[in-house]
């Protein structure tokens, strides 16, 4: 089961903190990621993270302000958000695909097997 929090409101150029949570199984064998669903716009790919944590992939309207880490000891990923924008608003989901391998993320909504229930983001201008 995975249990995402830290959503909320921001005014524009602020920062939150999303932490997604794994609780009956353990994170250290899972790629995880983050999508977020804007109200009438499809899911899309925030930011992924591999078992290690030693790679890591993000959207394109993301990189450089978001920043996605883990902490396989508390079974914790992170999504640090910086510089938020109004588009950022949405409900942000976290996921997580059982891997074989330490290297790999993934990016397709498809890709991933489990999926935490959404937290809400959002930011005014």
């Known amino acids: 089961q995975l249990q995402a929090s830290g959503g909320g409101s921001a005014q524009a150029g602020g920062s939150l903190r999303l932490s997604c949570v794994a609780s009956g199984r353990t994170s250290r064998n899972y790629a995880m990621g983050w999508f977020r669903q804007a109200p009438g716009k499809e899911c899309e790919f925030v930011a992924s993270?591999?078992?290690?944590?030693?790679?890591?992939g993000y959207a394109g309207s993301v990189k450089g302000r978001f920043t996605i880490s883990r902490d396989n000891a508390k079974n914790t990923v992170y999504l640090q958000m910086d510089s938020l924008k109004p588009e950022d608003t949405a409900v942000y989901y976290c996921?997580?695909?059982?891997?074989?391998?330490?290297?790999?993320?993934?990016?397709?909504?498809?890709?991933?097997?489990?999926w935490g229930q959404g937290t809400q983001v959002t930011v005014s201008s």
């Open positions: 996921a997580a695909r059982k891997v074989g391998s330490g290297s790999y993320y993934f990016t397709a909504h498809y890709q991933y097997e489990f």
């Open positions: 993270i591999s078992w290690t944590g030693s790679n890591t």
